[in-house]
């Protein structure tokens, strides 16, 4: 189709590989919080990885989010945008007339629902990578409880403590196919529909509307520190508002075939419920504001300038 533009697609990717680099350090602390219960809070969080760790421990499972999440948020960008313009075409005649509320609603719930079939691999494999100093020392003390009615079995001893689960990425999804199947890369996808479909609504929404608001002369492209603004409010929007889901989601991914103790979403929800309060659904919230909004201002903005760059670069041809 004529009104497809590539244009939005390297804009998404470059945006998301300046929004990885900005946003893991706190990714990794949301994950240990949300999958974990061995946290008081988020600055105990923050000081025992970095003790345990140092500060390599938070930017642990990044390669593959640097090589994936640009690709996913160049799908999630350029089909947004393109299926502004495809509504725009069909209900107005024209793909430049700017879409209403429900155009929006309805381009952002597609975008999310889309999202899933990339992102629920990508996420997963991250979520086992940053969880797998934690999965391994698990192991280990559930190894030396077992043997303290037998016999006494040092932990250095059974050469657990030292040894990933997973060497990297690769290895991560050859694992996990090999013992899991492909269903096991989607584990937590149902999780992720109920997180990323309202997520995304309230992702485009505010910031389309806040970009609105911050360019009252209707200028046809916003101010820099305006972008920034809009999509910063909008990331901490959307990410609170799909903590609870996003705990489910992390759990579940979290879940390894080898201890698993999640038959599925309702059964995850009811057992997080009844061991640790409705408190556990917000767990990890605050870390999202935080994390939401230098995450998305950085976001927003290269992918605006991006655009802006290739669009002026295209008419001085």
């Given at each position: 189709m004529s009104f497809i533009h590539l244009d939005d697609f390297i804009a998404g990717w470059i945006g998301g590989a300046s929004s990885?680099?900005?946003g893991h350090p706190l990714d990794t602390v949301k994950t240990r919080l949300q999958a974990g219960n061995s946290y008081r809070n988020t600055l105990h969080c923050i000081l025992t990885i970095?003790?345990?760790e140092t500060v390599t421990g938070f930017f642990k499972g990044m390669s593959f989010p640097l090589?994936?999440?640009t690709v996913y948020n160049s799908?999630?960008?350029g089909f947004f945008s393109n299926t502004q313009r495809i509504i725009s075409k069909y209900r107005y005649g024209n793909e430049l007339q700017p879409c209403g509320m429900l155009d929006l609603t309805v381009a952002s719930a597609l975008t999310g629902l889309m999202s899933v079939g990339l992102g629920a691999p990508v996420d997963l494999v991250k979520i086992r990578l940053q969880m797998q100093t934690q999965t391994v020392l698990a192991a280990n003390l559930q190894l030396a409880g077992s043997a303290a009615g037998g016999?006494?079995?040092q932990l250095g001893s059974v050469g657990v403590a030292d040894r990933r689960l997973y060497r990297g990425p690769v290895h991560c999804v050859s694992s996990i196919l090999r013992s899991e199947g492909l269903p096991g890369l989607y584990r937590g996808a149902g999780a992720m529909v109920l997180r990323d479909v309202p997520g995304y609504t309230l992702y485009f929404i505010p910031y389309t509307v806040l970009c609105g608001l911050l360019s009252p002369d209707g200028r046809s492209s916003a101010h820099p520190a305006s972008i920034c603004l809009a999509g910063g409010l909008a990331g901490s929007i959307s990410w609170v508002t799909a903590t609870?889901?996003?705990v489910v989601k992390s759990r579940m991914q979290a879940d390894a075939q080898l201890?698993?103790?999640y038959k599925g979403i309702l059964h995850c929800i009811s057992q997080s419920y009844r061991t640790e309060g409705l408190k556990v659904f917000f767990r990890g919230a605050s870390v999202n504001a935080i994390r939401g909004f230098p995450m998305s201002a950085t976001m927003f903005l290269t992918y605006e300038l991006s655009l802006k760059f290739f669009r002026s670069f295209r008419r001085h041809q």
């Open positions: 990885v680099v900005v970095y003790r345990k090589a994936s999440v799908l999630v960008f016999g006494s079995v609870p889901a996003d201890h698993r103790k």
